[in-house]
Every structure is written in structure tokens, then in C-alpha cells.
């Protein structure tokens, strides 16, 4: 039995229950309680663990206000990134009055190192249409749309397979429970932009539009879908509501921090020992999600590196990296604002010490710059001047200027953008120049990257020991850079080298460093 | 028009007009529309938008306004197999781009373009597929390879 066990891989001691791993040990499991431990495609698992008891008490004991009131006073903000406050969000939508109101389920989740929405709606996806139900009847909605990405095959399948199984139940579709209240859900899916996951531009995207966002007021929950009152929530966001409904809000709020009461899901990725997803309470801080939960720092060829720790990305391309000052920090929606990170939709990128960090602002740049939908200007044009300007410091073109010129550019973005997308499109590059300012000015002003990653700044070095001066380098040196004596270590002249790395990839005998 | 080549012309728009039947000719549901066009034809042809256009009494404009918005829509034939790569956060950190540029080698594809000359394979990027865990990630049509390195053959 013993050598079946998992063993810690730090500790070396075998583990006997899930709760002896240092993974799950420091989580706190709510939305994922029961991913992987039903069956996603039978609702009868899901109702055997009391599901759609919350629904059946908000439809059956309370009344639009009430179920509103209870999501306000447990505190719940939106898990998409706002972190707005979703019973006032409900509130608002329940106050218009018009005879047809929507609820749309916001699975766009397309930040790039994020996985949470896709995990919830794959391990559990009837606790999403249970929470979409609750909203429906808080707001006096019959109609509800899930906008999933396509890029997710297995969510899209999951999910409509649930829609499908509630019907069949009586739990969507005419006379739910029962009453004489009706709420049918339409699964849709994207098409592959990721501007889509803006509200707005999510609902011109149902509407057979381009993905484009309209300006706000007025706000979806007077005027959306249709020009009807509509509700957008997160996944998430619509799982825990269940919970909430069910239990209270006095013990949601047992959890978490005051302002930010729960449990958040994020997705730990990168240079990490474990990577997944986890789900603690919010104020956990940094330190224990990346050294407790995840293990440690690893090197880039994955073995655990004790001092590598250099810098956490929070919240994809609208997020910002954190440094270590930061570790101790516990992970709130205000306290990640106050400093210019966002939580966003919860991915977590951990980078170690050879990571470098202009590249990564620059691969955040491309992001959204290909996926800026064009239609307001300071976000069309900001972010490719501003991934011209990250581009020439990687290629050693930038000079004493090129900084001011980013920050006051990324400043003028952030104000004047349309939506979502481009005002927190510069939070990458803007985070850069305050927390690695010494780095980013070494490339600028010494033509050096510390990390080495940036090709055009690395000039490369014969490494003399290594040399045996076979004059194979001499030959594939298209500008004639390196000379050297036969059977002598041979030599590159800075000024000509054009850093094609032909010379490195002909050695035979690895005596070509990248250099410094 | 000759009348065999109307009984071509009406064989080929069958399959359209059974999907515009399917969305009930509704105009917002254009998306799902033509995300069911190019399932069938596996890319957008000119004249099945233009059709639609007609169809559904909408601008041919708008039609190819919301075909080039979104990219998973391809005005071009795509390949028999789509080779997707993972350009997400992890996923290029832990190495997505020599991967790229590897399998564009052996390819053999010709610059500026995705699709080799033979319609055997199309190379794309996307931006996440959620599935960081495996970084980096390669998708050959619908199934997902993870942990690539880019000596790991493809096919």
C-alpha cells in the first residue's frame, strides 16, 4: 500500500488523504467543492448532494426583493474582474419594469493563463444554471443566455447537456417547480474574440453583431440585450449563489475578508511545482498560495528553485506583476487596486528569476493589441505605439525618452478608452516601469538584458577553453564578424556582429555563448 | 440560367438554407449561422455569405464585417488538419514560440501564410485554451497534446 501513496514533494512522507497533501491542505473548497466528485453529466448526482434546493426555496419561499436583498448583504462582487457588487447589479435590473428581462451567463473567459469558468462549468455545470435560475427570479427574468467560448468544446458540451436534463426535470422551461414562473436558457458560442468577454460587447455578439462595446449608461441592467433590462454575471460568480441562498448571507460572509467576502478560484500556473486550480478565501496572501498551495519556485527545467522567485502576473493582460515586496499582501479586490494590479478574472502566472520581464509586457502588448476591437482610437492606436515603443527596447532602439513617452501614453489609454478592455490594457507595461524600473533601464540605457532573453541585446561570446578554433563559425558569419587563427581561439567583433546566433547554432563543441 | 445548372446551384445552398431554416431566418442569429456554414464547408465561400445576405435581408457588408471580426472565422479554405498552438501566458513562458516557429519549419510554409499549398494542414495561434496546467499546449483538430517540446513529432 505504502508505495501507491502520494508523496510530498518536499517532505518525502507519504500522504493518506487528499487533506495530508499541502495542495488542498491550505484551500478552502466551496465552488469547487463537488468538481470531481460528481458526475458532471447527471443531475442526479448534483440534486442527491442538495442541489437546486436554493432554487427551489427562492422560488417557492421568497420574493424578487428578498432574494436581492440576500445577495447584497452577503457581499458577493462580481468574479469577472470588476468586483462590482452583484446585489446592487440585481437590484437595478429588478427595479425596471418591462415585460421581458434577461439573464446572460459571462463564460467568455478569455484571459490567457485563466481557467477557472472553464473548470466550474465542466466539473459542475448545473450549480452555474442554479445560480443563473436564482438571478432569473431575482430580477423577474424568463429568458437567460450562457455565452461560452468556443475555444472550450467540453463546457459547450456539459452545459447544454445540464440545460437539457433540468428541462427534462421540470427545473427550466415553463412552470418551473411547479409555479406558474418560466425561465428557459440558450447556450451560445463565441467565435473567438476576446473583447466579447466585455459586457456590452457580449451583447451585440448574441445580436448576430460585431463584438463591439457601446458606451455606458446606460447600463445593461436598464438597458441590454435587446434594449431590454438585463443582468451579466460570472460563471463564478453564478456558483456560488447557491450557496449564498442556501446557507445565508451571514455565513457567506464567515469567509473571506469584510469588503471582499468568500472564496476566490484561481488558476496557478507557470514556473510553479504545482500548477491547477485552487480555490482559498479571500486575504490569503501571496506567499501561501505560491509557496504553501503551490510548492515553490522551479527553474526552467522544472526543479524546484528555492531563491527563483521573481514576480507573479495577477489577472492576465488587465493585470499587473507583482513582485516579492508584494508576497505578503493579502489578495483582496481593493488591496490589489491600491497597487495597481487587478484581480481579474483569477489567473495566476508565476515567474522565476530567468524570466524577462519586458518580454512578458510585451507578449501582454500583443494581446490586446490584436484583440482591441478598433472602434474607439486611444485603445486602436494607444496600444500599437505602445507595442512599437516595448519593441524597440528589446531591439536596443529606445532611448532616454522612450520611457517617459510609455508612461504618459499608458496614462492617456487608461483614461480614454472605451471599455474594459483598453483601460486596464496598459496595466502590464505600467506596473513594469514601477516595480522593475531597474531592469527596464538597463535595457534601455546599457543595451543589456539581465535576463538574457531579449535576442537583439546579447552579443555572442567564444567561450575561449571551449574553442579549439576549427574556423566552422568564420564560415557561417554572414557579415564576416568573427576572425581568429586556425586551432586558436577565435574572436567576435562587437561592432559587426548583427547577433544572428548562425554562430552558435554551427558550433559543434558549444564554445558560443549567447553572452551578456 | 441553364436548368441543369440551377438543380447545381440549388444543391449547393441545400445545406445552407437548411441551417438558415434552423435559426428560424432571425438575423441575430448570425453568428451561430455561420458558425454552422463553416462547419459544413469548413471556411466561409463568398457566394453562401452573399446568399445569406439575400436570405436574411441584411448587407453583404455586415455579413463580412462579422466574418472578419471574429477569428475563428476563415474567408479562406482551411487545412484538413488544424494545427493549433497555445500562445496563452503559461504557455508561452514555458516555451510556445521556438515550438511555432519549428513546426512552421517542417511544414515548409511559405511566409505570410497558414495553410500549406497542399490543403493538408493550417497553423494557427490562439490565445488560451485553459488548459495551462500542460503548458505548452498543441491541438491537431480536436485533440489536445500537451507538454510539447518541439522535438516531439507531430504527425
Request: with cysteine; hydrophobic share 35%; net charge neutral.
Amino acid at each position: 500500500m505504502e508505495r501507491l501513496l502520494y508523496k510530498g514533494n518536499i517532505s518525502g512522507k507519504s500522504c493518506k488523504t487528499q487533506h495530508d497533501i499541502n495542495f488542498y491542505k491550505k484551500q478552502t473548497r466551496k465552488i469547487l467543492a463537488d468538481c470531481g466528485n460528481i458526475n458532471p453529466e447527471d443531475i442526479e448526482e448534483y440534486i442527491s448532494r442538495g442541489g437546486y434546493e436554493a432554487a427551489k426555496k427562492a422560488v417557492t419561499e421568497m420574493n424578487s426583493i428578498d432574494i436581492c436583498q440576500e445577495i447584497l448583504n452577503s457581499g458577493l462582487r462580481g468574479r469577472g474582474g470588476g468586483g462590482f457588487p452583484t446585489g446592487r447589479k440585481w437590484l437595478l435590473a429588478q427595479k425596471e419594469i418591462n415585460d421581458k428581462k434577461y439573464v446572460i451567463c459571462n463564460a467568455d473567459e478569455g484571459d490567457p493563463g485563466a481557467f477557472m469558468d472553464r473548470s466550474v462549468m465542466e466539473g459542475n455545470p448545473h450549480s452555474v444554471i442554479e445560480g443563473m435560475i436564482i438571478a432569473a427570479l431575482g430580477i423577474g427574468a424568463d429568458e437567460g443566455y450562457v455565452y461560452v467560448r468556443l475555444e472550450y468544446p467540453l463546457a459547450v458540451k456539459r452545459i447544454k447537456k445540464a440545460v437539457e436534463e433540468a428541462t427534462k426535470l421540470g427545473i427550466l422551461g415553463d412552470n418551473i417547480f411547479g409555479t406558474d414562473k418560466s425561465f428557459m436558457i440558450h447556450v451560445m458560442e463565441g467565435a473567438g474574440a476576446f473583447v466579447c468577454g466585455e459586457e456590452t460587447a457580449l451583447m451585440a455578439s448574441i445580436e448576430g453583431k460585431r463584438g463591439m462595446p457601446n458606451p455606458k449608461p446606460p447600463f445593461p441592467a436598464q438597458s441590454g440585450l435587446f434594449g431590454k433590462p438585463t443582468i451579466i454575471n460570472n460563471v463564478e460568480t453564478l456558483a456560488s449563489v447557491p450557496g449564498i441562498i442556501k446557507n445565508g448571507a451571514l455565513e457567506y460572509r464567515s469567509i473571506g475578508t469584510k469588503e471582499s467576502p468568500g472564496t476566490k478560484t484561481f488558476a496557478l500556473t507557470g514556473h510553479v511545482v504545482n500548477t491547477g486550480l485552487i480555490e482559498v478565501p479571500f486575504g490569503t496572501t501571496l506567499r501561501e498560495i505560491i509557496f504553501d498551495i503551490g510548492g515553490g519556485v522551479t527553474d526552467d527545467e522544472g526543479n524546484l528553485d528555492p531563491d527563483g522567485f521573481k514576480a507573479v502576473q495577477i489577472g492576465g493582460p488587465s493585470g499587473g506583476c507583482l513582485t516579492a515586496q508584494h508576497l505578503d499582501l493579502p489578495l483582496s479586490f481593493d488591496s490589489l487596486t491600491s497597487i495597481g494590479a487587478m484581480i481579474g478574472s483569477g489567473g495566476l502566472v508565476v515567474m522565476n528569476k530567468n524570466t524577462c520581464m519586458v518580454q512578458v509586457a510585451k507578449f501582454f502588448m500583443q494581446f490586446t493589441q490584436n484583440e482591441s476591437c478598433g472602434k474607439c482610437v486611444p485603445c486602436r492606436e494607444g496600444t500599437k505605439q505602445m507595442l512599437a515603443l516595448l519593441e524597440d527596447i528589446t531591439e536596443g532602439k529606445a532611448d532616454e525618452h522612450t520611457l517617459e513617452i510609455l508612461y504618459n501614453l499608458g496614462l492617456a489609454i487608461k483614461k480614454a478608452s472605451l471599455c474594459g478592455l483598453g483601460k486596464t490594457a496598459p496595466n502590464p507595461v505600467l506596473s513594469l516601469l514601477g516595480y522593475f524600473r531597474e531592469e527596464i533601464e538597463t535595457h534601455v540605457m546599457q543595451q543589456r538584458c539581465p535576463a538574457k532573453k531579449c535576442k537583439s541585446l546579447l552579443t555572442p561570446v567564444v567561450i575561449e577553453e571551449k574553442c579549439k578554433g576549427c574556423g566552422l563559425c568564420i564560415k557561417k558569419c554572414p557579415v564576416g564578424a568573427i576572425s581568429g587563427e586556425k586551432k586558436q581561439p577565435h574572436f567576435i567583433n562587437e561592432a559587426l556582429c548583427i547577433k544572428c546566433g548562425a554562430c552558435i547554432e554551427a558550433c559543434r563543441l558549444y564554445a558560443i555563448s549567447e553572452g551578456v | 440560367m441553364h436548368k441543369h445548372d440551377l438543380g447545381q446551384a440549388a444543391r449547393k445552398f441545400a445545406k445552407v438554407c437548411e441551417i438558415l431554416e434552423k435559426y428560424d431566418y432571425k438575423s441575430d442569429k448570425l453568428v451561430p449561422i455561420l458558425q454552422a456554414v463553416q462547419e459544413e464547408y469548413r471556411y466561409l465561400p463568398e457566394d453562401v455569405l452573399a446568399f445569406i445576405a439575400t436570405t436574411l435581408d441584411i448587407s453583404p457588408a455586415r455579413i463580412y464585417g462579422v466574418a472578419t471580426f471574429y477569428s475563428h472565422f476563415a474567408l479562406e479554405p482551411k487545412g484538413k488538419y488544424v494545427v493549433r498552438v497555445c500562445d496563452g501566458t503559461a504557455c508561452h513562458v514555458k516555451g510556445s514560440n521556438p515550438l511555432l516557429s519549428e513546426i512552421r519549419n517542417r511544414l515548409n510554409l511559405p511566409k505570410g501564410k497558414t495553410t500549406t499549398p497542399d490543403l493538408l494542414f493550417t497553423l494557427e495561434t490562439v490565445s488560451c485554451l485553459g488548459a495551462c496546467g500542460i503548458a505548452p499546449v498543441v491541438v491537431v483538430n480536436e485533440e489536445v497534446h500537451p507538454l510539447m517540446t518541439p522535438v516531439k513529432q507531430l504527425r
